[in-house]
């Protein structure tokens, strides 16, 4: 199936306009990577703690900027998600994760609760341990024997319908009234009330870790694309793995810089795409490589400017077709598949993009530049190299 046949649109006449558009792009994310909005990296590079709190109804992003800065949270981060739903991010650092786990959840809950009845603990965060304890305390049903072991049955049936039917938060104590009897409903409204939010995870990374992280990240980018032009340089010759690696660091370089204009965070989930990206960006190069050096071969009295817009045009409707289709499957999940994923398909939406563009706009006009600088230094046209069969053959013409 080939969408466009016989096409003869000339790329590298317009690869001024293509370097004004990558210039423009590159300039404007590392301008925001330097002065504006930095790289937002997740809490996994940073350190900190992330917090994800759920509430009844859409959550109050002013007043609840108030509540932190009312317990000291000046610089605290907030992410709305779906389902009412609100990611913050904490810049704690601890030297004990658990200790960090509980400090971070006790100041949001205390924040949140700045209304809260005087000595009533919160129903919507409390454990099965709290409720059983108070149950046991007063003993409502009146059990006498095995108190303990009644009133945690009581209390786990109650977690269970707060957390896996009421999707966390309660309405009121009224809901609870198909779950368990008026008398454990009374007993539990002398020691609790009902929130309209509940704490559903924390999460704590440490400074070390998240160093570590970081490193690790940067470092596997790097091997990624040095492994690359290794296998470039053998596969074809050195410049085609330089032309490559620079086309890659340039979708690299314009998809963080999209984070950073659009003030995104970066998380390990983000670096698996840019990781994907990487491999799809040089492998549609690679396509075009083939088939230049086939028609390098084929087509020896032709300029190679000639060939390499031959060769683009020759497989514009393969990139189309493959670009295409996976461009439309990452929308998809841009659009679609909710807010843990929006980072690894955000990246993915731009790395195509940009990977499809500068495999016909940076990669293949590198190899022209550098023949342009070869001829100009031995004042004959000199085509690149071609591989057959394992051996490399110079094809010179002469000027």
Known sequence: MEFFKNTNIDFLGKKWYFLAFSLVFSVAGI???????????????????TVDVKFASTPDLDAIRKAMDSVGLHNARKQPKANNELLITLDLKQNSEE???????ALIIKALSAN????????????????????????????GV??????????QKIINYRDSVKGGVL???????????SEVISALQNNFFVSNFT???????????????????????????????????????????????VAVFHD???????????????????????LTLVGYSMNDTIVVFDRIRENVKLLRRESLAEIVNKSINQTLSRTILTSGLTFLTVLSLYLFGGEVLR????????????????????????????????????GRRVAPVAIDSGRKEKVRVKA
């Open 116 to 143: 809260a009845p005087e000595g009533k603990q919160d129903l919507n965060n409390a454990t099965v341990q709290s409720i059983q304890d108070a149950l046991v305390q007063r003993d409502p049903l009146h059990v």
């Open 252 to 274: 690299t370089l314009i998809t963080v810089g999209a984070f950073s204009l659009t003030n995104t965070e970066i998380s390990l989930t983000v670096i698996a795409a840019i």
């Open 171 to 181: 309405g009121g104590f009224d809901e609870l009234k198909n779950v368990t009897s």
């Open 146 to 155: 095995n108190v303990g072991g009644r009133y945690l049955t009581e209390a």
């Open 343 to 378: 980072g690894f398909s955000f990246a993915l939406v731009i790395g195509i993009l940009i990977g499809t563009y500068s495999s016909i706009a940076i990669a293949a006009p590198m190899l022209v530049a550098y023949q342009e600088w070869r001829m100009s230094r031995s």
């Open 31 to 49: 301008l925001s990577m330097l002065f504006w909005h930095h790289i937002p990296t997740g809490v996994e590079f940073r350190s900190g703690t």
């Open 199 to 245: 704490v559903r995870s924390v999460q704590v990374v440490g400074p070390q870790v998240g160093a570590q992280l970081q490193k690790q990240a940067g470092l596997a980018i790097l091997y990624s694309l040095l492994g690359m032009l290794v296998y470039l340089w053998f596969r074809f010759e050195l410049i085609y793995g330089v032309a490559a690696v």
């Open 99 to 105: 200790t960090g786990i509980d400090q971070s959840k």
